[in-house]
């Protein structure tokens, strides 16, 4: 055999075993590929496991508060009706302990004035 078919012989052999570490390395590449993917999925779940407890308790805290918000509102435009019925009815405690005239005061001298009577009520606006 000649040195140029032993140097062919030689670098067939090495291309072989360059192919089989390509081979292998593909193999490895592809393990490591599936273990990625493997501990990824089990992170995704650790972080959800812990996360979710803690994200529902958020959520139940500011579903709590904002029901808690609601009421409150809803209690103060309640209060702010009441006062303003007690003050077209003439019973606003505040206007009548300050000495102001009531609405309905107010709008009976507006009708005699306009009927062009004497306004009932003398009012003083302090």
Same mark, same amino acid.
């Given at each position: *055999?000649?040195?140029?078919?032993?140097?062919k =012989?030689? $670098?067939?052999? $090495?291309?072989?075993?360059?192919?089989?570490?390509?081979?292998?390395?593909?193999?490895?590449l592809?393990?490591?590929?599936? *273990?990625v993917?493997?501990?990824?999925?089990?992170?995704?779940?650790?972080?959800?496991?812990?996360?979710?407890p803690?994200?529902?308790?958020?959520?139940?805290?500011?579903?709590?508060?904002?029901?808690?918000?609601?009421? =409150?509102?809803?209690q103060?435009?309640?209060?702010?009706?009441?006062?303003?019925t007690? *003050? *077209?009815?003439?019973?606003?405690?505040?206007?009548?302990?300050?000495?102001r005239?009531t609405?309905?005061?107010? =709008?009976e001298?507006?009708?005699?004035?306009?009927?062009?009577?004497?306004?009932?009520?003398?009012?003083?606006?302090p």
């Amino acid at each position: *055999m000649s040195d140029s078919d032993k140097d062919k =012989a030689e $670098l067939k052999r $090495l291309t072989r075993e360059a192919h089989e570490a390509i081979q292998d390395l593909n193999g490895v590449l592809r393990e490591a590929r599936q *273990m990625v993917t493997a501990i990824d999925n089990v992170a995704q779940v650790a972080v959800t496991q812990r996360l979710e407890p803690v994200v529902e308790e958020q959520i139940r805290l500011l579903s709590e508060a904002t029901a808690t918000a609601i009421a =409150a509102s809803e209690q103060g435009i309640y209060d702010r009706f009441d006062t303003l019925t007690q *003050m *077209m009815m003439g019973e606003d405690r505040k206007s009548i302990r300050e000495g102001r005239p009531t609405i309905p005061q107010m =709008a009976e001298n507006i009708g005699a004035l306009r009927r062009g009577e004497e306004p009932p009520h003398d009012l003083d606006f302090p």
